[in-house]
């Protein structure tokens, strides 16, 4: 089993739409977890982190879900930039060594 | 403020050939590593670095090798390269967990695109 999973998609959706990926990872004793972005041809860059309790960045939303080991992001009123790969980052042993998952790609149409 | 600095973008390299690719930051990061990505696969770690003098092995570490003498750069040698090296590389750098911060995402260069052929 990898350590992180995503489901690859693509998911093709309209503007406007609402959206979420889930991301399950495998070590129960993971203490940090985030959200990348990553565009065609560009490296990732930190979309924003997920916190215990659930945060919110905008249209962005994450959760945790320790119980069931899975993260989720929700993008609300999605729109044409934020077409891109989305990559669940788990930091499974409290140190800085990341595990990424391998992506959820999204295309956002008008 | 340039960050994370990669060079070369883009390589091609014959089988056999050594090479290193270039990785400094400026944002006085104690976390350096390297990670390739290949279709499908996500970002593997190569090797990492947790202050200069110090590196360890990542998840794909064979026929790579890595030093840091410094806190600021972190080059990464291909000693004799394969066609199954050809890969996007990425460089990245962090705070140190250790450091009580929230904030120590990863930040990015911009990649490095190597061909072996």
């Known amino acids: 089993r990898k350590e992180v999973e995503q489901d690859p998609g693509p998911f093709n959706v309209p503007e406007g739409a609402t959206v979420a990926f889930n991301c399950t990872y495998s070590n129960s004793a993971s203490q940090s977890f985030f959200w990348y972005r990553q565009d065609c041809r560009k490296e990732p860059k930190l979309l924003m982190s997920?916190?215990?309790s659930g945060n919110e960045d905008g249209r962005f939303t994450a959760q945790l879900n320790r119980a069931s080991q899975y993260i989720s992001l929700l993008i609300r009123d999605s729109k044409l930039s934020d077409s891109a790969t989305y990559l669940c980052?788990?930091?499974?042993?409290?140190?800085?060594?990341?595990?990424f998952g391998a992506g959820t790609r999204l295309t956002v149409k008008p | 403020n340039a960050g994370v600095t990669q060079t070369p973008k883009f390589q091609v390299l014959k089988t056999g050939q050594s090479m290193t690719l270039q990785c400094a930051q400026d944002m006085n990061h104690e976390y350096m590593s390297w990670y390739r990505q290949d279709p499908g696969m996500g970002l593997r770690l190569i090797h990492y670095s947790v202050g200069a003098g110090i590196t360890d092995q990542g998840e794909v570490p064979n026929g790579y090798n890595v030093s840091r003498s410094t806190t600021e750069d972190f080059p990464l040698r291909l000693l004799s390269a394969a066609p199954s090296q050809t890969s996007v590389y990425f460089c990245?750098?962090?705070?140190?967990?250790?450091?009580?911060?929230?904030?120590?995402?990863?930040?990015f260069g911009s990649g490095t695109r190597l061909t072996v052929v």
């Open positions: 980052v788990v930091n499974p042993y409290n140190n800085n060594d990341m595990r």
């Open positions: 990245a750098s962090s705070y140190s967990i250790g450091r009580d911060r929230e904030d120590y995402g990863y930040t």
């Open positions: 997920v916190y215990s």
